[in-house]
């Protein structure tokens, strides 16, 4: 948790016991939870935490660059401690959301790059299929 220590009081944030909170148990699962969802899992420890509070939280650890939000089109946004760029793959039967190895698409931004005039700076990967649990 070093980390958040540092990056929140480099931006002079204040590092509250909600923020900490939000941000411990994006780091402890793999599962790229909702706003909601990481509100009803850290609801038990944090009976008097609104759901407010969590989004103000995750709006506050997306701006300082600890966390991602991934926009998977489902109306509302899913959260994401992993915060270098990697590719993401959902089921299409139970929305799980998984990452996906970067090895794999590591020249990826080169090869787009290739094909077209731009220079590519990022990318946002996004697979659709079906999990093994669904299968
Ligand atoms: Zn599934
Ligand atoms: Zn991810």
């Known amino acids: 948790m070093e980390n958040i220590t540092t990056i ?8 509250t016991p909600q923020r900490l909170a939000v941000y411990k148990y994006l780091m402890s699962t793999k599962e790229h939870p909702s706003a909601e969802v990481i509100y009803k899992a850290i609801q038990p420890e944090y009976p008097t935490m609104s759901l407010a509070t969590v989004y103000k939280a995750l709006k506050t650890l997306v ?3 600890l966390v991602k939000e ?4 489902e109306g509302n946004f899913r959260y994401d401690g992993k915060c270098e ?3 993401h793959i959902q089921c299409i039967k139970c929305s799980r959301v998984d990452d996906l190895s970067n090895e794999v698409f590591k020249d990826i931004n080169t090869d787009a790059q290739k094909v077209s005039d731009y220079k590519v700076l990022s990318n946002q ?5 079906i999990c093994k649990d669904c299968q």
Do not use: A, I, M, R
Request: glycine residues 14%.
């Open 8 to 15: 929140f009081k480099e931006k002079k944030l204040k590092l």
């Open 63 to 65: 701006e300082v660059g």
């Open 70 to 73: 991934l926009n998977v089109g």
């Open 85 to 87: 760029t990697h590719p």
């Open 125 to 129: 990967l996004y697979f659709y299929g």
